[in-house]
């Protein structure tokens, strides 16, 4: 199984300002996923991460708002640009091999925007 | 489009009873079926999967689930409920191997001692 690192934990940010989120996987994966959950609810896919190329982002998010790299196998970053206090919630990475493999996920940031 | 429901937005046990949390899965295709489960300020955690073969599988921590064609289910079971087993479940399904999961909305899982 991989273990996901993700950081901050937690960040109580200002409107207007931007956070970058840092997803580090100890083993090479093939996928690479953003998600954002409200506390006690579900996942909504934000976008997956392609190494070496553009992410690709779901019905909804775009770009400008939540820019995305993934430079290598094993690490990738989401920014939440020009924040407002509906951007609040809690952002998670996830990753996993191909075929028909489980996902693992990290811990989560939660984001608190004032 | 694929997509999972679980009916049931809680579940409430007697520590020690037998444990049932609820999810069917909408028709198309052979699927990949996930259940996770997430503790408080955490991220979600694996429990079992079904790919193919036995209907009946193991997952950890005692889980097991069993995938029902017909009635396009695979609802999650434990015979004796702990306390420890209070969080949110997630089931989720996949359609292909290089394609995306889609989870359902989750049920609040609650042994009482």
């Known amino acids: 199984s991989a273990v996901i690192s993700q950081k901050p934990s937690r960040d109580i940010c200002q409107r207007g300002t931007s956070l970058t989120i840092q997803c580090q996987v100890d083993?090479?994966?093939?996928?690479m996923f953003w998600y954002r959950q409200q506390p006690g609810q579900s996942l909504t896919l934000i976008a997956t991460?392609?190494?070496?190329?553009?992410?690709?982002?779901e019905s909804g998010f775009v770009i400008d708002k939540f820019p995305i790299s993934r430079p290598n196998l094993t690490f990738s970053t989401l920014t939440v640009s020009n924040m407002s206090p509906e951007d609040s919630s809690i952002y998670l990475c996830?990753?996993?091999?191909?075929?028909?493999?489980?996902?693992?996920f990290g811990q989560g940031t939660r984001l608190t925007v004032v | 489009a694929q997509s999972v429901a679980q009916p049931e937005d809680q579940v409430n046990v007697a520590e020690g009873n037998p444990l049932t949390v609820k999810c069917t899965y909408s028709v198309s295709g052979n699927p990949y079926l996930f259940w996770y489960v997430q503790y408080p300020n955490r991220g979600l955690q694996f429990l079992l999967k079904?790919?193919?073969?036995?209907?009946l599988v193991k997952g950890s921590y005692g889980f097991e689930a069993e995938f029902n064609k017909s009635q396009t289910s695979f609802h999650l079971k434990k015979p004796s409920a702990l306390v420890s087993d209070s969080a949110l479940y997630f089931c989720?399904?996949?359609?292909?191997?290089?394609?995306?999961?889609?989870f359902g909305d989750g049920t609040t899982l609650t042994v009482k001692p």
């Open positions: 079904y790919i193919t073969g036995d209907n």
């Open positions: 989720a399904v996949r359609y292909t191997n290089a394609g995306k999961s889609t």
């Open positions: 991460a392609n190494q070496g190329s553009e992410a690709t982002y």
């Open positions: 083993s090479q994966v093939t996928m």
């Open positions: 996830s990753s996993r091999t191909g075929g028909n493999t489980e996902a693992f």
